[in-house]
């Protein structure tokens, strides 16, 4: 049996409708009410179409923006008033595809500080191979364009110039967006050609833009100086700099979809991207319009995304596209720290954010908690009862184990035995933020801090501890050359091969405004932050370098063969195993291999996909372009195996419970061991994959490794092939959780779920009492729905099916010929929506950047009617169906996630009683309900004569729902096909607010 239509839909993209339909729903949570954009064949007048449209339906609307070229040919407009996808939008002629207009949020970097304020060596460029390409080569970006489309540059800045236009560093742009712009009201846009911004508050546009090409050298312009000299990777770039977020506030889709066409038409060699967020799939028009532009000979370049801590499967567009090179972090050699003194040395403190207030130049007296705490690993130290009076005294606590007490029971206990300050020193070197006590000032130094005290005390002596809130140190960090833990893991939900490759991104020192410098109270214009927003305009200056080197005519598939090639895999922090492919792609970026090495193969990378369509036989073709013959020796090597599920926990587990461990590997053979290619040829070798054995079902690890290649003309540094897949059938993944341990422990108390009802379906009542066969269900006071995602999927959906006669749903105004999807509520959030998700986006178990927590949400009884609007349903008998497209979806039931409820009685009435029942064979009914309105007269009582979850009329049952994955089996009420013209009828669905926080907003990073 095939699927029903609304899922077909979901995937084909209505490929039967003249007019293809793209992306997100109408009534998705960060779509713009009534915008919609439009991609026209070329050549044809997209304004005028749009015009004559509107005009001969007699409805008013607003451009938003609009682009024509031999690229794209691309409208978007906002209506004003009602509007229906199916009677307004589809019927435009001559038009290819369209999309709802989606809002993204602005710029959030993890990371804002201050530039240090010593001399540093520029360590970030050398171990890139940067440093080594620009000074042996002299390749620094010269006649390469890289666009920043982001918040706009400060241009005046002297390291970035100081100028706009011919002549300049950055030699143009345009704004389309003005200072004040509102998204949901496109005539507040001021656009112009020019793209300053001195108004955000992180300045992220001008920051990016520093770190592909700024040049702080030799600046004598006061209020610009810095306190040491730097540069950008590509610091004789030009740069566009397109504005397209206004001082604050957020911007449409179809604005930075408008920028990346402009960019490619105004010559941009290169374009930065670092936007993107969450779980998703490549058909937002961004993605379109990278895909064209690409194919035109313009690389793109778009940051991964910082949900590290949310676990696998996290990077989002644009960099899932399959013409971007998506951009994981690496964390850099060194950072600036604020820094105390101990007795005239210097050592790196972090503050408490409950109470930071020490005061500049403040002279510690110092007094150690337990002297022998250190020497005796001592794991709770400065809990229980106060060992003395600390009254007056800065007390020093050692760190210990959190399970013991955190920062602030441990700062807490200090202000308890009387002290003025905490003082609390790590354990070894690793290196995190506090909150420490809200009462006394508190602060974390490192470990060799804590020494330093515990050794001048043991030594007699009084300690000169003198706190600085200017002073700032370069301290090398511990996790540099490794992944940042906040970038965004692959693989992307189908398996393909994201992240492609990694850049700096920890800890980046580059350019600010003036404005955003005096918001954050900096000293100087410079600054740093952290995210992948970083790593991208880093790998993007890369980018630069290797096109000034080999020329702009590469395609896509050879410039990224020689970025993926030469990249460096890292292993993992503190761990002996090399990092997944997942985590890292290729490795980290080299720049002087990138750019001058002689050899190219490809395909650059192996997706391997599952076991049930494991790519055993792999073909790669080694490119000698060297004037003499080379010979290629090929081996390989594991990468740790990513377990991203626990046996019997249906949950993704996310940064601190997901382990990597060194065995399921693949075993690979290579048709030659070595072969010489002569100089200028081309030579094929095969790659035979033995994927490992299922060991243990259900749990889907992630295993990978690196194809090494030497060639005798680069013995130096290795180049190598990433390749990863996943053991077990990823198509059979659960998208529903029915049974999490951990999300139970995790996310339930949170919210008050009982650990036994942590699992996706209806509830009984309040109190989430699990649902028994035939319960009553009080529509007027409410019950809970859990739509727990363990995994993303393209299309779900939540919908009632009425067990009785069909009569008396169409007498209440609902079509039966189609799925009756229902409102639910969240009512922490205050929104209400249609229960379909496109695409559902998995949930984790804190709310991050982009991918959310789960949401309880309230079913009161109403659901989508006939002509698009909320209606009460009628009284009577009822079974739930949750269903969701799985992985590698194909259009027939099997591929179906579906949980399916047993039968219950919705019935009304305040107080929760459920009234007697009457001898009426029929619910009353309200017909003609309209507009979203209650209908009136809908009866609580039972129809007579209804199917219940036997099958069988009044029959009962007692047992515990238990929910169960089913395709189609006889027993279950099959929805039939809806019409073509229902199938996006939720533009309809007018609601205050958004409805669903399981599919995560685009963030920007």
């Not at 100028?163 to 030699?171: A, D, E, S, Y």
């Amino acid at each position: 049996m095939k699927l029903s239509a609304v899922f077909s839909a979901a995937l084909l993209a209505v490929a039967n409708a003249a007019v293809v339909r793209r992306g997100a729903p109408a009534d998705a949570n960060d779509v713009i009410r009534c915008a919609y954009s439009v991609h026209f064949d070329l050549g044809v007048d997209g304004l005028t179409i749009i015009k004559n449209h509107f005009n001969a339906l007699g409805m008013s609307y607003v451009i938003r923006t609009s682009f024509s070229s031999d690229l794209a040919n691309y409208v978007s407009f906002q209506l004003t008033g009602a509007c229906s996808e199916s009677d307004h939008v589809e019927t435009i002629s001559g038009a290819v595809s369209y999309s709802v207009v989606r809002a993204l949020n602005r710029p959030a970097p993890l990371k804002v500080s201050a530039a240090p304020v010593q001399q540093n060596p520029e360590f970030i460029h050398t171990i890139t191979g940067v440093n080594a390409l620009r000074k042996n080569n002299g390749f620094t970006g010269k006649g390469i364009t890289v666009a920043i489309i982001d918040s706009g540059v400060y241009y005046k800045h002297p390291a970035l110039g100081g100028c706009l236009g011919k002549g300049c560093k950055v030699i143009g742009g345009y704004d389309f967006v003005g200072d004040v712009y509102d998204v949901n009201h496109p005539e507040s846009a001021v656009s112009d050609s020019d793209p300053e911004d001195n108004c955000s508050e992180a300045s992220h546009g001008t920051h990016v833009a520093g770190i592909v090409a700024a040049d702080a050298r030799n600046i004598t312009t006061p209020g610009f100086v810095p306190a040491f000299e730097f540069t950008g990777v590509a610091p004789e770039a030009s740069l566009l700099a397109y504005r397209v977020f206004s001082c604050d506030g957020k911007t449409g889709n179809d604005i930075v979809t408008t920028a990346i066409y402009q960019a490619a038409k105004d010559g941009a060699d290169v374009l930065n991207l670092s936007l993107g967020g969450g779980p998703s799939f490549n058909d937002e028009d961004q993605d379109i319009a990278v895909d064209t532009i690409s194919k035109a000979g313009h690389f793109v370049i778009a940051s991964a995304g910082n949900d590290g801590a949310s676990g696998i499967m996290t990077t989002g567009n644009p960099s899932n596209s399959r013409s971007a090179l998506s951009i994981a972090s690496f964390d850099n050699v060194a950072a600036p720290f604020s820094a105390l003194t101990i007795d005239d040395e210097s050592f790196i403190y972090s503050l408490g954010s409950l109470n930071p207030n020490f005061q500049d130049n403040q002279v510690l007296d110092i007094m150690i908690n337990n002297i022998d705490a250190d020497a005796s690993d001592l794991m709770n130290d400065g809990t229980g009862q106060p060992r003395q009076n600390a009254t007056g005294k800065a007390l020093v606590i050692r760190w210990g184990d959190k399970s013991f007490g955190g920062s602030k029971a441990r700062c807490d206990y200090a202000a308890k035995s009387g002290a003025s300050a905490c003082i609390i020193y790590v354990n070894d070197d690793t290196w995190f933020s506090i909150a420490g006590s809200a009462q006394i000032p508190s602060m974390l130094v490192t470990h060799s801090a804590g020494k330093a005290l515990l050794a001048a005390v043991k030594a007699g002596k009084s300690p000169k501890v003198v706190f600085s809130a200017t002073k700032k140190i370069m301290s090398p960090l511990p996790t540099a050359g490794t992944i940042s833990s906040f970038s965004s893991a692959g693989l992307d939900i189908d398996l393909n091969f994201k992240p492609d490759i990694g850049g700096i991104g920890g800890n980046v020192l580059s350019t600010v405004s003036p404005h955003s410098a005096e918001f954050h109270k900096y000293t100087e214009t410079y600054g740093l932050m952290s995210g992948t927003s970083m790593s991208g305009p880093y790998v993007a200056g890369v980018a630069a370098l290797v096109l000034q080197a080999r020329g702009k005519a590469i395609g896509f598939d050879q410039f990224r063969g020689f970025m993926l090639n030469q990249a460096s895999p890292k292993k993992i922090y503190q761990r002996n195993e090399t990092n997944s492919p997942a985590y890292q792609g290729a490795g980290l970026v080299n720049a002087l291999y990138a750019a001058t090495s002689k050899t190219l193969v490809l395909p650059a990378s192996l997706a391997l996909k599952d076991t049930e369509n494991h790519v055993a036989s792999n073909k790669l073709t080694i490119q000698n372009k060297d004037t003499v013959p080379v010979t290629y020796t090929f081996s390989y090597k594991d990468a740790a195996t990513v377990n991203p599920f626990k046996t019997g926990d249906d949950f993704t587990q996310d940064a601190t419970t997901i382990t990597f461990t060194d065995d399921q590997h693949a075993q690979l053979s290579f048709s030659e061991k070595s072969i010489t290619v002569a100089a200028g040829a081309s030579a094929e070798i095969t790659v035979q994959v033995v994927a490992p054995k299922v060991t243990v079902a259900d749990t889907y690890p992630i295993y990978g490794g690196y194809i090494h290649i030497v060639a005798s003309n680069q013995e130096d540094y290795e180049m190598s092939i990433p390749y990863a897949g996943v053991i077990g059938a990823y198509k059979n993944k659960s998208i529903w959780t029915r049974k999490s341990a951990s999300l139970a422990a995790r996310w339930g108390p949170t919210v008050g779920v009982p650990a036994e009802s942590v699992t996706t379906g209806l509830f009984a009542d309040r109190d989430f009492t699990p649902l028994t066969a035939n319960a009553a269900i009080n529509g007027t006071e409410g019950v809970p729905v859990l739509a727990l995602a363990a995994h993303t999927s393209r299309f779900a959906s939540i919908e009632v099916m009425y067990q009785g006669d069909a009569s008396v749903l169409k007498a209440a105004g609902f079509n039966t010929s189609s799925p009756i999807f229902i409102q639910i509520v969240d009512e922490k959030a205050g929104a209400a929506g249609v229960s379909t998700f496109i695409p559902l986006q998995r949930n984790t178990y804190v709310d991050g950047q982009s991918v959310l927590a789960p949401v309880v949400y309230t079913f009161g009884g109403f659901a989508v009617d006939a002509v698009g609007n909320f209606t009460q349903l009628p009284a009577g008998m009822y079974k739930m169906k949750f269903s969701a497209v799985k992985n590698f979806a194909k259009v027939d039931d099997a591929d179906r996630d579906e949980i399916i409820t047993p039968v219950f009685e919705l019935f009304y009435g305040a107080g929760g009683a459920k009234p007697a029942p009457s001898s009426s064979s029929t619910a009353a009914t309200a017909t003609g309900a309209a507009s979203g309105s209650t209908a009136t007269g809908a009866s609580s009582e039972r129809p007579t004569g209804v199917a219940t979850s036997s099958g069988a009329a009044g029959a009962s049952s007692s047992a515990t729902y238990i929910p169960v994955v089913t395709s189609a089996s006889s027993n279950a009420y099959v929805a039939p096909k809806p019409t073509a013209s229902n199938l996006y009828k939720s533009s309809a669905l007018a609601v205050a607010a958004s409805f669903v926080s399981l599919v995560g907003g685009l963030l920007m990073f």
